[in-house]
């Protein structure tokens, strides 16, 4: 079993997949690879459930970390903070519905949802791993 101290840096990993892997899968889907983009969309999903279970475990022993910057760089990530867990929020339910749609053959309904889903969950993807560099690297 691994420290606790190094789940965040896990959680920046498992981040990073998730939004190589969602790139990955829409690079297929726009080349109409349909199976391609099934395996590396369903590869993000597993990359991010990893991470919420890796995060909320490490939060459940650790409790929140508070962020030590001064300066400009303080209102700065507390605005990507803000946005970032506000959209979190958003993310499995929307993540949740676009792969039922999916999985059910609702393709029209899937991919309707799938052109707001993307973005979201590509962003809050990318600013997962920008909270941890600031709140950890900096």
């Not at 506000?86 to 309707?112: M, N, Q, W």
């Amino acid at each position: 079993m691994i420290p606790y101290s190094y789940l965040p840096h896990l959680n920046a990993i498992l981040n990073s997949a998730s939004a190589v892997l969602l790139l990955a899968g829409h690079a297929r889907i726009r080349k109409r690879d349909r199976i391609g983009h099934r395996r590396f969309m369903l590869s993000a999903v597993a990359s991010s459930s990893l991470f919420l279970v890796s995060y909320l475990t490490y939060h459940a022993h650790a409790g929140s970390v508070r962020f030590q910057g001064q300066g400009i760089v303080r209102p700065v990530y507390f605005a990507v903070l803000l946005s970032h867990t506000l959209l979190a929020a958003c993310v499995l339910p929307l993540v949740g519905t676009i792969l039922y749609f999916a999985l059910s053959e609702k393709f029209d309904r899937h991919r309707r949802l799938a052109r707001y889903g993307f973005p979201v969950w590509l962003y809050v993807s990318v600013t997962g791993v920008l909270v941890y560099l600031m709140l950890y690297h900096l």
